[in-house]
């Protein structure tokens, strides 16, 4: 059996800078031992990654808020979770990887334990390709080392994602 752990947009920007909340900074310390119990060869990321022009995205359009501009230290993962090393990293400029799941359906993987940051828009964004992509792939969301825009929202998430049959840890 195959596992892989799949770090959501666990950046500097999501967590203490520009779109930073008091939720994300709390998981840090759970996403750092979380990454502990995997080896390298398991631990997978995306990351958030716009540019100059991101207000002129639909994106920018609704959330006007300058994030994760590509080799900004903003858009740098957080320090720590940094240290550690990455199979891969997939930059994406939307909220889902379609790289990533075509990963995990080409993959010979049993089960993608999804972590990161915001619940309710990437984790969950990713959790649901994934399943729409490989649909017999257990999909495993810890919530203790994820966060939302917002308490309730991430709840909400989390509850999304149970109705789709991704298996909520921790919550």
Known sequence: ?????????F???????????????????AVL?????????????TMD?????????QEGKYL???????DTAGWQLQEDAAQFSFQQIFEKNT???????EFVRDA??????LIGICTDICVVSNALLIKAYAPEVKITVDASCCAGVSPEK???????????????IND
């Open 1 to 9: 059996m195959k596992k892989l752990l799949v770090l959501v947009d």
């Open 11 to 29: 950046q500097n920007d999501f967590i203490d800078g520009s779109l930073g909340t008091k939720e994300a900074e709390q998981i840090v310390p």
């Open 33 to 45: 031992e979380k990454l502990q119990t995997y080896p390298e060869n398991e631990r997978f990321a």
């Open 49 to 57: 990654t716009h540019f100059a022009d991101y207000l002129t995205t």
């Open 64 to 70: 006007p808020v300058m994030h994760c501009i590509k």
């Open 95 to 101: 909220f889902g990887s379609l790289e990533l799941a």
């Open 108 to 113: 010979d993987v049993d089960e993608v334990e």
């Open 154 to 168: 991430h709840l909400a998430a989390l509850e999304t994602m149970k109705s789709c049959q991704i298996q909520v």
